[in-house]
């Protein structure tokens, strides 16, 4: 795998967020998303969020987010897995939040 196929990876080599082409068509950047404080059972959640970008790419419209995909005693621990992931997996996530957005599922705080 290349120095740039995880998500982490991604984003150290190229020093900003991976784009994709969702499968509705739209633009999508990345970023993870970790609890500020942790749960009842002392663990810290991370997912994905995703951000819709216009048309003409130069304004976020909304977003779309995972459930949590990784959880840790810290939110290091929690987001480690996350930025592990590599980006045909990260795309994979994208889609299937597309997915739900169909079937009613989900939020995308379109504007």
């Not at 993870?32 to 009842?40: A, I, L, M, S, Y």
């Not at 810290?74 to 480690?80: F, H, P, R, Y």
Request: aromatic share 8%; glycine share 16%; charged share 25%.
């Amino acid at each position: 795998m290349t120095a740039d196929g995880t998500l982490g990876g991604y984003q150290r080599v190229h020093q900003r967020a991976p784009a994709f082409g969702g499968k509705d068509g739209h633009a999508y950047s990345v970023s993870t998303f970790v609890d500020e404080r942790p749960d009842e059972g002392g663990r810290y959640g991370a997912a994905l969020l995703f951000i819709l970008w216009s048309e003409d790419g130069e304004r976020a419209v909304g977003h779309l987010e995972t459930d949590y995909l990784a959880f840790g005693r810290s939110s290091n621990e929690a987001l480690a897995p996350v930025l592990a992931l590599t980006l045909h997996q990260v795309k994979g996530h994208l889609d299937a939040c597309i997915d739900r957005m169909g079937e009613g599922r989900g939020e995308r705080g379109e504007r």
